[in-house]
């Protein structure tokens, strides 16, 4: 059984920054893709991030230049430094592991991801 633990979410100031870690765990193979959701309310579940077991990445719109996302492939561990955060960016924040990709292949759908995990809330006050 495969288990995706989040941490690091709550309240920033505009401007501010946030470390986001995700650790999976269980019966993982060793290529896989892990990545960041977030979903605001009322809102769809939209792609913040992913990164492949090689390295490659992919980042919604709406944060490249300000979110960076790093992999540790050996302790199946997924990494999102937010900068320059914005009232916008509020949300739950998901974790995310995709099983079926290749190694630089980075798959971005919701609907590609296997598992999931139970989400941390960022809230970022103006």
């Known amino acids: 059984q495969v288990q995706l633990v989040e941490s690091g979410g709550g309240l920033v100031q505009a401007g501010g920054s946030l470390r986001l870690s995700c650790a999976a765990s269980g019966s993982i193979f060793s290529i896989n893709t892990m990545g960041w959701y977030r979903q605001g309310p009322g809102n769809q579940r939209d792609l913040v991030a992913v990164?492949?077991?090689?390295?490659?990445?992919n980042y919604g719109d709406s944060v490249k230049g300000r979110f960076t996302i790093s992999k540790h492939n050996i302790r199946n561990t997924v990494y999102l430094q937010m900068n320059s955060l914005k009232p916008e960016d509020t949300a739950v924040y998901y974790c995310?592991?995709?099983?079926?990709?290749?190694?630089?292949?980075?798959?971005?759908?919701?609907?590609?991801?296997?598992?999931w995990g139970k989400g941390t809330l960022v809230t970022v006050s103006s």
């Open positions: 990164i492949t077991s090689g390295g490659n990445t």
């Open positions: 995310a592991l995709d099983t079926s990709s290749d190694l630089y292949t980075a798959r971005c759908k919701p609907g590609d991801m296997d598992y």
